[in-house]
């Protein structure tokens, strides 16, 4: 069947599926769920969608090995970072550390490490600068609460958490792809990648329609195209997360500025997980 050209691929963006695990699975069971995907998962598809996985930081070091060991096509990196390179914070992990495991992503400012851990958003911003500092491509999460949502200011929210993260950063920041790469190559995306994660579809099995998800995401490259101008905003990839799951991937990456998804619980399931990154690689 003639694989359809989505408007992800028209723009020259390569789909990225990221399966953020949460505090999910030891090491010996990473491995195991890494090798079910590679296996499973052919190499045309893992060349027209870009695959990765954000294990817990006790794991990276075993998907690093099993990654560049069996030369697999699966990228990964990881759910958080310091705003610190180094001394004295206590539990903490620096960007030069995830960059000595070759890892090509980290996930800042999910809204699980808002709201539960206090980080605001010049937390978030000095970590999107920790990341770019060491080659690492930030996955920026932004994303409104269920009272925004209700109160319809949910497009100027995501924008404003937008515009504080990414403060003091460079059109040439956005553009670059990090240097941190080794984890299956690089994608064809910017330095950053934003993910739109609207807090009341997050675990709740309400995923917000295709239409929710273009509208935020449309929101986000116009602001970025303003600040950055339109070759940077063009570039960057933007994923839309909350209760993704095979079913509804068609609808939500069908908007033209949906780039993919950061998948949650269906990220942990091998053979859903495996479906989801099939249907952005089929561009169906
Ligand atoms: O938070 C998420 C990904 O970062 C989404 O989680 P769920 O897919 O479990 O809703």
């Keep these: 069947m003639a694989r359809k050209t989505t408007p992800a691929r028209r723009e020259g963006r390569r789909p990225l599926i990221a399966g953020n695990w949460k505090m999910n699975l030891t090491h010996l069971e990473a491995i195991g769920l890494v090798q ?3 296996f499973s998962l052919k190499e045309p598809e893992l060349e027209a969608a870009e695959v990765v996985v954000l294990p817990p930081f006790t794991a990276l070091r075993s998907v690093q090995t099993l990654v560049t060991g069996d030369k697999l096509e699966v990228g990964y990196g990881a759910q958080d970072l310091s705003a610190h390179d180094s001394g ?10 995830l960059a000595a495991l070759a890892c090509r992503y980290v ?4 809204s699980e490490r808002r709201a539960l851990h206090g980080e605001d958003d010049a937390v978030v911003a000095s970590k999107v600068q920790a990341a770019l500092r060491h080659g690492l491509v930030p996955i920026l999460c932004v994303g409104e609460g269920l009272d925004v949502r209700r109160a319809g200011t949910h497009v100027s929210h995501c924008t404003t958490q937008l515009d504080a993260a990414l403060e003091g950063l460079t059109a040439e920041q956005l553009l670059a792809p990090g240097d941190g790469a080794g984890s299956g190559g690089a994608g064809s995306g910017g330095g950053v990648v934003i993910a739109y994660e ?8 309400e995923v917000a329609t295709p239409e929710d998800a273009q509208e935020v995401c449309g929101a986000i490259r116009s602001r970025l195209a303003e600040r950055f101008g339109p070759e940077a905003a063009a570039v960057v990839r933007i994923l839309y997360g909350g209760s993704v799951k095979a ?9 033209p500025d949906v780039d993919g998804a950061l998948v949650g619980g269906a990220s942990l399931d091998a053979d859903e997980f495996v479906q989801i990154c099939r249907t952005a690689a089929d561009g169906s």
């Design 36 to 38: 079910k995907l590679a």
């Design 198 to 205: 609207p807090v009341w579809a997050i675990g709740t099995g």
């Design 247 to 255: 079913a509804n991937t068609v609808g939500i990456l069908a908007g």
């Design 107 to 110: 996930v800042v400012g999910h």
């Design 88 to 97: 004295a914070y206590t539990g903490e992990v620096s960007g030069a550390m």
